[in-house]
């Protein structure tokens, strides 16, 4: 299969997710009649195609994009059921993809991940994406999500 030696790729981004103004970069495609009473957001489904960045700034190098779908999945508590692709669009990463699917507890201080995939120098990966929120605007709801990926591939 032409596979060479496995190896460990620590990556760290910035996950822009912009959810208000003239360009949202998340979108709500669905939701539940009951959405609306539900403190935890229960049957919101939202598709995303976010930024992701070297530094927490918006404006610094852009390494790729988050591309998915996520959906508000528990009556309990804010969680998502998240469904993405790391889509890597400069860098040494460039045309390559890593797959995640996971449960995103909003409301933790750092959230864990599973990487399940990936495309080019990420065939055949595993791993996880540990997630830390940076910033959030209360007001907008626009969030910088800090990520750190370790990635076992080939």
Known sequence: ?????????????YFHD???GRNPTAIQVAAAASTNRSLTRFGLVVVLD????????????????????????????????????YAFTHGKYNGNT???????????????????GGSGLFRFARGYAQAKTHTLDPKTGNAVVEYNVFVVHY
């Open 1 to 13: 299969m032409g596979l060479k030696r496995e190896k460990i790729t620590h990556l760290h981004f």
């Open 18 to 20: 912009i959810v208000s």
């Open 50 to 85: 976010d930024i992701l960045t070297e530094t927490p700034e918006l404006t610094s190098r852009q390494v790729g994009r988050a591309q998915g779908m996520c959906s508000f999945a528990s009556q309990g508590d804010l969680s998502l059921l998240m469904v993405l692709n």
């Open 98 to 116: 890593l797959s995640i699917l996971g449960r995103n507890s909003v409301l933790s201080e750092v959230r864990e991940k599973p990487v399940v």
